[in-house]
């Protein structure tokens, strides 16, 4: 899943660990998002994109992550 967690995080001058506690998760969650390995929840998502100011679709690249996988749908 494409984000902008750790562009926004580094932006903000955030580390992995002030964000984590920003939002009330494990740095641990924080390290994973960033690396597209984990999925928020959709309030996980949103306290995110509070914190960055900006909205979840920008945030999680919602469009972008839509075209991709349609595109997959198409190669079958």
Do not use: H, W
């Not at 926004?8 to 001058?13: F, I, L, S, V």
């Not at 984990?38 to 960055?52: N, Q, W």
């Amino acid at each position: 899943m494409l984000n902008k967690v750790k562009n926004c995080r580094n932006d903000a001058g955030l580390t992995q660990k002030q964000l984590a506690e920003l939002v009330s998760v494990s740095q641990r969650t924080i390290i994973s998002l960033e690396k597209g390995q984990y999925k928020p929840s959709i309030m996980l998502a949103y306290r995110l994109a509070c914190v960055f100011k900006t909205t979840v679709e920008d945030l999680f690249c919602l469009e972008e992550n839509n075209k991709m996988e349609v595109s997959q749908f198409e190669d079958l």
